[in-house]
């Protein structure tokens, strides 16, 4: 949800930390069964935000799980 999504951002702002990557489940209607439950675990989709200081490729990262975004701002979803 909107709540969650400065978490990476508070969290890069520490003292001493580089790179802050905030990870969470989100709705996927995809695989809700009528009784609300899940189906497999490996269907369940899970968003990531990273943050980075300056100097720290967080893009890089996220591209390599099929994200993107800004050197020092980006995302990707798994499922898993």
Known sequence: ???CEGIASELKSLAG???AI???EVKNPEIENKDN???DNY???WKFSLRSQVGTDVNALAATF???GHIN???C???G
């Open 73 to 75: 701002a980006s995302g």
């Open 1 to 3: 949800s909107e709540d």
């Open 37 to 39: 439950s899940k189906k």
């Open 77 to 79: 979803s798994l499922y």
């Open 66 to 68: 099929g994200g993107g």
């Open 22 to 24: 905030f990870g969470r």
């Open 43 to 45: 269907q369940r989709k």
């Open 17 to 19: 930390i580089k790179i």
